[in-house]
């Protein structure tokens, strides 16, 4: 409070001089203080009553995806029978996938991603800068293919390459060295919001895709494209009658998994309402872009009956997947006087800069070990630690200990990040191939290849030599000779560094690599196995049980009450 507010106070007839002293200003000041204070506790503590109820209400997962179709059945409308259709195929492009603005639930936060295309790309192996990332090598092309002296024969050979790796056959042809599964996963945090010159908390641009969404969700319109993420921001913290905001954020990330992933390990996840909203047999299910995945935790083939389990397969990978410091990130977490250890016996103390959701707790008591997993009933959620500052920091105040004959007590800070699972998919030797010795230009900018490999449209990979691309890139990549297909469709011309015109198809990453030639036929290169929000739901649970004792009557007779 100003003179100039006294003043006012003294005019309007509230006090007096002689009653403003500066003992009373100040009372009153630590008074407003206190009360803004505890309103802004009371805001804070509300949005984690929000998070709360949220996760309370199933696990973290996909949630919701746009509505496309609608049908004289529920089922016929799209929410999770939409899910896996928002991770899409982008051949065309070097090591690109698509998603579409599926509604996301994570730890807590609610929040709509953009459409966006998601390049394999993984963190950093050589530093711990924020965000700093590099791409992920493609396999090589087996040597047994490239001695062949004929693209016909090249092809040929590719192709039984491609059958062993269908029918997990490595004794003739070792498929595992040149078909590498990539683990691509939705990684998601608070960040400190950015403090701006006009004292506001969040930036401008936050602001403003806040406001756009805002509209959309008031109108239902929306720009083209679903271009604008939905990010929450909350108050993280309550400093000095300062309140510091934190703003959601996330980013897609891929990590080359350095064990072999067979497909038998690989197993679907049944659909009813897909399956009968389409009429679709189990498989034409497995077959189709819609279908849904899950790893066997034991890693030892198609799963033959359900059970309980705790660390498996996906745990396995996962661990292998830094947070925001990298794979050289290093931390490990000792709260509440607890080290937490590797889930595994004999494990050393747990690197917690990698994901992970169980591990092994230490009482300082007698030294024992304890199953923990992170979160209270989120059985999806994989956590991370980090040192970065950019992300928002968590403070419990007042650890105390009892060392010797005196209570130490110390602050303890920590920042961490939270992902889940997307999808695994393989980088084949299709995208190393290059018979044709086309060249492949590192041009991605979209301007820069449409002037120099579109030639502002006058080249769009025609089949004359005139309209053929001069050349392939990460935006047209087509380097596979057409005849490795049983089909002779979706092919177009390019040149070869002699001129010559040359018909191929995309190489790029694909849900399903469909009409394989030499008796190949179809395989499924990506497996989308996102977990679903509404999976952890009681609901959810006792549907999941009856679904299981319908579909499959004879294995759970005795599960009917049936009377004697």
């Known amino acids: 409070m100003t003179w100039f507010g006294v003043c006012c106070l003294f005019l309007l007839g509230s006090v007096t001089f002689a009653e403003v002293t500066m003992r009373d200003f100040e009372t009153r000041l630590r008074s407003i203080n206190k009360k803004i204070d505890t309103a802004m506790r009371q805001m804070m503590v509300q949005q984690t009553f929000v998070e709360e109820r949220i996760r309370s209400e199933g696990d973290s997962g996909i949630k919701e995806s746009r509505l496309d179709s609608t049908g004289t059945k529920p089922y016929h409308s799209t929410t999770n029978n939409g899910i896996p259709r928002r991770l899409y195929s982008l051949p065309d492009q070097d090591r690109t996938l698509g998603i579409n603005a599926p509604q996301v639930v994570m730890n807590g936060a609610e929040f709509r991603m953009k459409s966006e295309y998601i390049r394999l790309v ?29 693209v016909g024969e090249q092809t040929k050979e590719m192709q039984e390459w491609f059958k062993a790796w269908k029918n997990s056959d490595y004794s003739k042809r070792d498929y595992r060295k040149y078909f590498k599964p990539v683990m691509c996963y939705l990684e998601g945090a ?3 919001g950015n403090q701006q010159r006009d004292g506001s908390p969040l930036s401008p641009a936050f602001n403003h895709v806040q406001d756009v969404k805002r509209w959309e969700f008031a109108t239902g319109s929306m720009p ?6 939905w ?23 891929c990590h080359p998994i350095s064990i072999d992933v067979h497909l038998n390990r690989i197993n679907y996840v049944d659909d009813l309402a897909v399956r009968t909203a389409n009429e679709w047999t189990v498989n034409q299910y497995i077959d189709s872009n819609i279908a849904r995945f899950r790893l066997d935790p034991r890693n030892r083939g198609t799963l033959t009956r359900e059970f309980f ?36 016996k004999g494990d050393p103390m747990l690197n917690t800069a990698f994901y992970h959701r169980w591990y092994k707790a230490q009482r300082s008591s007698d030294k024992r070990l304890f199953n923990r997993h992170r979160g209270y009933a989120d059985s999806n959620l994989f956590m991370a630690q980090t040192s970065q500052k950019q992300v928002a920091s968590t403070t419990y105040k007042d650890l105390c200990k009892r060392v010797g004959s005196k209570r130490e007590c110390r ?71 057409k005849e490795f297909y049983s089909d002779n469709t979706h092919h177009k011309g390019v040149l070869d560094t002699k001129g010559t015109l040359r018909q191929v198809r995309a190489s790029g990453q694909n849900l399903v690599i469909r009409n394989i030639g030499g008796g190949v036929g179809n395989i499924r290169q990506t497996y989308p196995i996102f977990p679903v929000h509404g999976e952890g739901s009681t609901a959810w649970k006792e549907l999941a049980a009856l679904e299981d004792i319908v579909m499959d009557q004879k294995k759970y007779l005795k599960m009917f009450r049936l009377k004697a």
């Open 122 to 150: 993984m963190p950093s192996r050589t530093n711990t800068i924020y965000h700093s990332t590099q791409m992920i090598p493609l396999p090589l092309v087996p040597p047994q293919v490239l001695q062949k002296k004929t």
């Open 190 to 192: 608070w960040l400190n």
């Open 224 to 229: 083209d494209y679903d271009k604008y993420s």
């Open 231 to 253: 990010l929450p921001s909350r108050i993280q913290e309550i400093a000095n009658n300062t309140a510091n905001f934190a703003k959601w954020d996330y980013r897609v990330l």
């Open 309 to 344: 389990y705790n660390y498996g397969l996906l745990d396995t990978i996962m661990a292998e997947i830094p947070g925001k410091d990298n794979y050289k990130g290093n931390l490990k977490d000792d709260s509440f006087d607890l080290p937490a250890y590797g889930y595994k």
């Open 411 to 481: 602050d303890m800070t920590q920042r961490w990040t939270y992902t889940l699972p997307l999808a695994i998919t393989y980088l084949t030797p299709l995208s190393s191939w290059n018979p044709y010795g086309i060249k492949v230009s590192s041009l991605f900018d979209y301007n820069t290849w449409n002037k120099v490999i579109r030639q502002d449209g006058k080249r769009y990979g025609g089949l004359t030599a005139s309209t053929a691309w001069g050349q392939s890139s990460q935006k047209n990549f087509y380097l596979t000779p």
